[in-house]
């Protein structure tokens, strides 16, 4: 808040505060919980939630059992009553309510929490002996429920603290010579206190059990969850030097198919980090000395000759020619390790041996055949395996003379397609053979041959990123011939699998 005068009047001016909402604060809170805690707290919950859940379960199943049992012996008592219609001394049907009550309390033995109780004319004659006795008869409670339900019969449920709880039933008994009652009395104390010892018991196993379960949860989750960290620390530990480390890969679940796929991605940073220092270093390397032409060139022009300056602007636009096609290069070699550098289909085969070989009599006057022709399809790139074998093609022509024999040729297995170019110059000495293949790798140069050495390297590229392989042999009668082997189906880099 902000005070100010204007004249003699203060002015006050307040300047509202922002309170971050109750629920960004807890959002912001349960991002420091580690991802480990959250898994073992949610264990805990869910075990608890449903441990409690199967408690309630069992103590409603288990009181209702309770209560379809104390019912069932009400039922049997009173059917048992009711049958009891004659006295066994006379065989004549009872007169006396009195006797029909002691016959009845005297034959029928009650359960141990049962007490069957007579009454005649509101007195009490006879009844059962358990070891609650007179104490409960005279419970207050109890005799409000014999004066409630004199009249119609019927069950009462007592909660006493004496005696728990206390199903209180009343059978009516009326005939000419008078009228009377029995009643059943049931004791649910016993059960509820064995329910409840169940139920402590099984708090007790379920407690234990919880601590368990969330001890395993947080030690499987931690299990789980190293690769996790493992990536967090690799990822921390990577710097643009260094991008050699890898996930260790165990198992194969969604974390390990995460594992390999954060590895092939560290792998293409690493390639492709390696390839920016490559070209920056080669670029670097090979434009110094055409830069350094131009510009002693361009320091020693005498603008005045014009047949100088012709002489000379001919030679800087060759060197600038010479630069863009080095640079090209350069930059199709360090392209070539990028997922988008092919664009694979279904190629014929025999198609590409003949075009290639209509292109390539362009490149000189040689005396260009065909040592054999594939037939079938194969999935590759036609535009960078066209571009290869009109590499070696120009290879080829620079190394021999005019009117020698250059060859192509092509065949195929079920799984393997092999091309090639031949032919019949000096050949490539077999010391040189795998430095040829990389960058600025040259062997022994002919006369005229103004190139950057990045030729082969180039084919080597392209048929590397089929998962192909490039060998050098000797050809007949000499010469050399370089052939290309290439899968049939050369499968692109999918997504990380599903469990």
Not at 188 to 207: G, I, N, P
Not at 213 to 216: F, P, S, V, Y
Not at 327 to 333: C, F, M
């Given at each position: 808040?902000?005070?100010?005068?204007?004249?003699?009047?203060?002015?006050?001016?307040?300047?509202?505060?922002?309170?971050?909402?109750?629920?960004?604060?807890?959002?912001?809170?349960?991002?420091?919980?580690?991802?480990?805690?959250?898994?073992?707290?949610?264990?805990?919950?869910?075990?608890?939630?449903?441990?409690?859940?199967?408690?309630?379960?069992?103590?409603?199943?288990?009181?209702?059992?309770?209560?379809?049992?104390?019912?069932?012996?009400?039922?049997?008592?009173?059917?048992?009553?009711?049958?009891?219609?004659?006295?066994?001394?006379?065989?004549?049907?009872?007169?006396?309510?009195?006797?029909?009550?002691?016959?009845?309390?005297?034959?029928?033995?009650?359960?141990?929490d049962?007490?069957?109780?007579?009454?005649?004319e509101?007195a009490?004659?006879?009844?059962t002996?358990?070891?609650?006795?007179?104490?409960?008869?005279?419970?207050?409670?109890?005799?409000r429920?014999?004066e409630?339900r004199?009249?119609?019969?019927?069950t009462?449920?007592?909660?006493?603290?004496?005696?728990?709880?206390?199903?209180?039933?009343?059978?009516?008994?009326?005939?000419?010579?008078?009228?009377?009652?029995l009643?059943?009395?049931?004791?649910?104390?016993?059960?509820?206190?064995?329910?409840?010892?169940?139920?402590?018991?099984?708090?007790?196993?379920?407690?234990?059990?919880?601590?368990l379960?969330?001890?395993?949860g947080?030690?499987?989750?931690?299990?789980?969850?190293?690769?996790?960290?493992t990536?967090?620390?690799?990822?921390?530990?990577?710097?643009?030097?260094?991008?050699?480390?890898?996930?260790?890969?165990?198992?194969?679940?969604?974390?390990?198919?995460?594992?390999?796929?954060?590895?092939?991605m560290f792998?293409?940073?690493?390639?492709?980090?390696?390839?920016?220092?490559?070209?920056?270093?080669?670029?670097?390397?090979?434009?110094?000395?055409?830069?350094?032409?131009?510009?002693?060139?361009?320091?020693?022009?005498?603008?005045?000759?014009?047949?100088?300056?012709?002489?000379?602007k001919?030679?800087?636009?060759?060197?600038?020619?010479?630069?863009?096609?080095?640079?090209?290069?350069?930059?199709?070699?360090a392209?070539s390790?990028?997922?988008?550098?092919?664009?694979?289909g279904?190629?014929?085969?025999?198609?590409?041996?003949?075009?290639?070989?209509?292109?390539?009599r362009?490149?000189?006057?040689?005396?260009?055949?065909?040592?054999?022709?594939?037939?079938?399809?194969?999935?590759?790139?036609?535009?960078?395996?066209?571009?290869?074998?009109?590499?070696?093609?120009?290879?080829?022509?620079?190394?021999?003379?005019?009117?020698?024999?250059?060859?192509?040729?092509s065949?195929?297995?079920?799984?393997?397609?092999?091309?090639?170019?031949?032919?019949?110059?000096?050949?490539?000495?077999?010391?040189?053979?795998?430095?040829?293949?990389?960058?600025?790798?040259?062997?022994?140069?002919?006369?005229?041959?103004?190139?950057?050495?990045?030729g082969?390297?180039?084919?080597?590229?392209?048929?590397?990123?089929?998962?192909?392989?490039?060998?050098?042999?000797?050809?007949?009668?000499?010469?050399?011939?370089?052939?290309?082997?290439?899968p049939?189906?050369?499968?692109?880099?999918?997504?990380?699998?599903?469990?």
């Open positions: 808040m902000t005070t100010g005068t204007t004249g003699t009047t203060p002015t006050t001016v307040t300047t509202p505060t922002t309170e971050r909402p109750r629920s960004g604060r807890f959002r912001g809170r349960l991002a420091r919980v580690s991802v480990r805690t959250r898994i073992a707290t949610v264990i805990a919950l869910l075990t608890a939630v449903a441990m409690a859940g199967a408690g309630l379960l069992v103590y409603a199943l288990e009181s209702a059992r309770i209560e379809r049992l104390v019912t069932s012996q009400i039922t049997q008592e009173i059917a048992e009553f009711r049958e009891l219609r004659r006295d066994p001394n006379t065989g004549e049907p009872f007169d006396d309510v009195g006797r029909l009550l002691d016959v009845f309390l005297t034959r029928n033995v009650p359960d141990d049962e007490m069957l109780v007579g009454y005649v509101g009490r004659t006879i009844r002996l358990n070891r609650y006795g007179q104490e409960f008869l005279d419970e207050p409670a109890y005799l429920v014999l409630d004199a009249d119609d019969g019927g009462s449920i007592l909660d006493s603290e004496a005696f728990g709880e206390v199903w209180v039933t009343l059978v009516p008994v009326r005939n000419a010579q008078g009228e009377g009652s009643v059943i009395v049931n004791f649910l104390a016993d059960e509820h206190e064995e329910l409840e010892s169940t139920l402590r018991t099984y708090s007790v196993v379920a407690f234990l059990s919880l601590l379960i969330t001890g395993l947080a030690l499987q989750s931690g299990r789980l969850l190293a690769p996790l960290r990536l967090e620390e690799t990822a921390r530990d990577i710097s643009t030097t260094d991008l050699s480390r890898r996930i260790p890969e165990r198992g194969n679940d969604d974390i390990t198919s995460l594992t390999r796929t954060i590895n092939s792998g293409r940073l690493d390639d492709g980090f390696r390839d920016q220092r490559q070209f920056l270093d080669d670029a670097g390397h090979e434009l110094r000395t055409p830069l350094t032409v131009l510009r002693g060139h361009l320091e020693l022009l005498d603008e005045g000759d014009p047949a100088e300056r012709a002489e000379t001919e030679l800087l636009l060759d060197e600038i020619d010479r630069m863009s096609r080095l640079v090209g290069d350069l930059i199709l070699l392209k390790r990028r997922p988008d550098f092919l664009v694979v279904d190629t014929d085969l025999e198609t590409l041996t003949q075009t290639v070989l209509a292109k390539a362009g490149l000189g006057d040689r005396d260009w055949t065909l040592d054999g022709v594939a037939s079938g399809t194969a999935r590759l790139d036609e535009q960078r395996i066209t571009q290869a074998l009109l590499q070696l093609a120009d290879n080829a022509v620079k190394h021999t003379d005019p009117g020698a024999e250059i060859a192509l040729g065949s195929r297995t079920d799984d393997v397609v092999r091309l090639w170019v031949r032919d019949t110059g000096d050949g490539i000495d077999p010391a040189d053979r795998d430095t040829v293949l990389q960058r600025f790798g040259r062997s022994r140069v002919r006369p005229g041959d103004e190139g950057f050495g990045l082969l390297s180039i084919v080597h590229a392209i048929v590397e990123a089929h998962g192909g392989s490039v060998a050098i042999h000797d050809a007949e009668p000499h010469g050399a011939r370089v052939e290309l082997t290439l049939t189906d050369h499968s692109q880099e999918t997504s990380w699998p599903r469990s």
